[in-house]
Nanobody, 122 residues
Framework: QVQLVESGGGLVQAGGSLRLSCAAS????????MGWFRQAPGKGREFLAR????????VVADSVKGRFTISRDNAKNSVYLQMNSLKPEDTAVYYC???????????????WGQGTQVTVSA
């Protein structure tokens, strides 16, 4: 069982930056692929990025590539999402998730956090 708690959301002006954190409970954090998703009002959940168990490889969605960076610290049981050059359309609830499978061929996410709100003002 893994519990995930996101933090770091808030209100930021367009062009600004935020760093989201996701803290995981349990001693098996390093055995999971970790991902970040978001959901804007009235829209479906959107994949943003995922990172391998060791942190050595990442996959980032084209929609945020060059602006968002995923990283992890297995010693701290944490995964991060650095978001730069934020736009009003980045406004959403952001979720982290822990998954199994293959970073490149497919990941099944089995644990989800409760989400953190990010609001970007124009």
């Amino acid at each position: 069982q893994v519990q995930l708690v996101e933090s770091g959301g808030g209100l930021v002006q367009a062009g600004g930056s935020l760093r989201l954190s996701c803290a995981a409970s349990g001693r098996t954090f390093s055995s999971y692929i970790m991902g970040w998703f978001r959901q804007a009002p009235g829209k479906g959940r959107e994949f943003l990025a995922r990172i391998s168990e060791s942190g050595g490889s990442t996959v980032v969605a084209d929609s945020v590539k060059g602006r968002f960076t995923i990283s992890r610290d297995n010693a701290k049981n944490s995964v991060y999402l650095q978001m730069n050059s934020l736009k009003p359309e980045d406004t959403a609830v952001y979720y982290c998730a822990a998954g199994t499978g293959n970073l490149w061929r497919g990941t099944t996410y089995v644990y989800w956090g409760q989400g953190t709100q990010v609001t970007v003002s124009a």
